[in-house]
């Protein structure tokens, strides 16, 4: 199972102490809009999401289709056939891919500890 390019999606109080904060760690703005309260910054191949307002906790990405710099990759396992496998091992989701679609799509599973875990395809 390849599940994409991973992130953490911090849930932040403000986003601009956060970026200032992470932006010491070596941290740069790749994508995002802070006006929208919504930035992704990378160090090397580390990324993270600041997100403030939008998210009720820190949640693990996995973007289906992505390498770790957000570049489509050749073959991937699409979010759909990822939601089957999953489904077929027993795992709940919070919220489901439509498997009639293609394309952009995504799914929510919680952990064990409550963590949620996004897979969120965007090819």
Do not use: C
């Not at 693990?60 to 990759?73: K, V």
């Amino acid at each position: 199972m390849k599940l994409g390019a991973f992130s953490i999606s911090l849930t932040v109080k403000d986003i601009e102490v956060s970026r200032v904060f992470y932006s010491k760690l070596g941290f740069e703005q790749v994508a995002g809009d802070q006006a929208q309260n919504w930035l992704i910054l990378r160090n090397g191949s580390t990324t993270i999401g600041l997100f403030q307002g939008m998210f009720e906790k820190n949640s693990l990405t996995f973007n289906p289709g992505w390498d770790a710099e957000a570049r489509p990759l050749p073959s991937f396992d699409d979010v759909r056939d990822l939601q089957k496998q999953l489904k077929a091992d027993g795992v709940e989701f919070q919220t489901e891919a439509d498997e009639t679609t293609t394309g952009p799509a995504s799914f929510v599973l919680v952990d064990p500890d409550g963590n949620p875990i996004l897979v969120d395809q965007h090819v």
